[in-house]
């Protein structure tokens, strides 16, 4: 190309810069001479020449050079390497050469800070890729396994940091919570259909007296076989109010039982569906169990959204954007039809009317809102979680104080919508907000200041009162003296 190439390698092992020695004049031939040669070490190593290459230290030396090279850091060490030996630049000058980097983000920090050409395309591309196959001929001490030692070390090392370190793990745990929450959900509705269709060949009758799924299966677990539970026994008929959650309830259950048209099952028969409704009944509890640590999870992660829309639309909001710090740099209007990406895409397509809301239509508001307004509750609703993310994710000190500002503005909303009474605005609200929690934390400052003071009172008091007992002393010293005049007389006698 008329001037000098440089490629920049970062391995496991060390920084290694490389000297383009044959260079074409056409990009395109430049390209598919490299392509040709780069599996073939004879032609490959009179296309490019090691330079120099600076190893590592340490393994912790060679993961804080990578870290710096994934987020395009141009650190000190790598400075000072290429300055030592790429041909120096003028000030106010660009470099008469070009260096070849892989990453776009490491070209613009090493241009920014050395004044030197950086380009990452194809033909870098290529050139990285012959390097990386033959660097072990390259670099001698690198033979016999070293280099993959280095790599997997690294390998390890990095991913270790990463999962370590990670802004989103506490997101991570609402993700996992409440997708396991909605297959449960699923799963539980297939189980308890199964068990209704299962035990129904035995009592059909007891499918439309109890209706929820849960107290079915335990009153199947209590009833059993019809034969087995005594109905004439008041203490049984206690426990089937209690499980029923209703005595009439059990009283019908009881008359049904007597006179139910279902057949009879074998006791392997019935052994089995008790077993299946038992599982139904213990993943029925360890939903009740998961949606109470989803809950306290939301209130350490995100409690303005937990406040303001609920845990559980808080929480597919945030596993939906991936974490809350993606859900946090969504504008409103994203945030709205989160969720509803196949019906906006199929608007967009056939030209038709959008999606007014995704994952927000299961909160209480939006149900709450008369059908014409649905739409601009939707909108401002989507306005509000944008803003409660946003506190949650960036502030330092966690409160549900906006939350619960935010709550009740969206209520103000939806009574505007009814009857027409003006709302507050939200820069009076806000500043509501901002000024009773100021005012809060310079009360416990005071608080916190008395409690200095008077501990530092009373160990002043203690001071004063060892000094006087030390002021004491003195005086009492004279009888000691004459104590001892005494003694010594008597001695001398």
Not at 86 to 107: I, R
Not at 281 to 299: A, I, N, P, Q, W
């Amino acid at each position: 190309m008329g001037k000098g190439r440089f490629v920049l390698y970062e391995s496991a092992a060390g920084y290694a810069l490389f000297n383009i020695v044959e260079s074409g004049d056409d990009v395109g031939i430049m390209l598919s001479t490299v392509q040709s040669s780069v599996l073939d070490l004879g032609l490959f190593s009179k296309m490019c020449k090691l330079e120099s290459f600076l190893p590592f230290t340490s393994a912790a030396d060679a993961l804080q050079n990578i870290n710096d090279v994934s987020e395009g850091i141009l650190n000190d060490q790598l400075k000072d390497f290429l300055e030592l030996n790429l041909p120096k630049v003028k000030e106010g000058k660009k470099s008469k050469y070009v260096l070849l980097v892989g990453d776009p983000k490491m070209g613009n920090a090493i241009s920014t800070g050395l004044n030197v050409v950086c380009e990452c395309d194809d033909t870098s591309g290529e050139f990285l890729r012959g390097i990386r196959v033959h660097f072990q001929t390259y670099v001698k001490q690198l033979s016999d396994g070293n280099i993959e030692r280095a790599q997997l070390g690294l390998g390890h090392a990095y991913s270790r940091g990463k999962v370590k370190f990670n802004v989103n793990r506490a997101d991570n745990m609402i993700i996992q919570a409440i997708c396991l929450l909605d297959q449960l959900d699923k799963d539980l509705n297939t189980f308890a259909m199964r068990t209704k269709e299962w035990y129904g060949w035995h009592m059909p009758e007891l499918a439309e007296l109890v209706k929820d799924n849960f107290l079915y299966a335990s009153s199947v677990l209590l009833l059993k076989g019809r034969g087995s539970f005594d109905f004439d026994d008041a203490d049984k008929m206690k426990e089937l109010a209690t499980c029923v959650m209703d005595e009439e309830l059990a009283a019908k259950v009881a008359q049904a039982s007597r006179t139910s048209m279902g057949m009879e099952l074998a006791e392997i028969d019935m052994f089995n569906i008790t077993s299946f409704a038992e599982r139904v009944v213990e993943l029925t509890k360890y939903r009740e169990e998961l949606s109470t640590y989803l809950s306290s999870r939301m209130d350490a992660v995100a409690p303005n959204l937990k406040t303001l829309i609920g845990d559980t639309v808080g929480a597919r909001l945030i596993s939906h954007a991936g974490s809350l710090i993606n859900l946090a740099k969504c504008p409103a209007s994203t945030v709205q039809i989160l969720g509803a990406e196949k019906a906006l895409f199929r608007a967009l397509k056939t030209r038709g009317n959008t999606p007014k809301y995704g994952l927000i239509f299961h909160s209480s508001f939006i149900g709450r809102a008369s059908a014409k307004n649905k739409g601009r509750i939707s909108r401002y609703l989507a306005n509000k979680c944008s803003i409660a993310s946003r506190i949650d994710a960036f502030s330092e000190n966690a409160t549900t104080k906006y939350g619960e500002m935010m709550k009740a503005q969206v209520d103000e909303r939806l009574r505007f919508y009814d009857t027409g009474e003006a709302p507050r605005k939200n820069i009076d609200c806000m500043k509501e907000v901002s000024d009773g929690l100021a005012s809060s934390s310079s009360s416990k400052r005071k608080r916190d200041d008395s409690d200095d003071g008077s501990k530092s009172s009373k160990k002043k008091k203690k001071k004063k009162k060892k000094k006087s007992s030390d002021d004491d002393e003195p005086a009492a010293a004279p009888k000691s003296d004459k104590k001892k005049k005494k003694k010594k007389k008597k001695s001398s006698e």
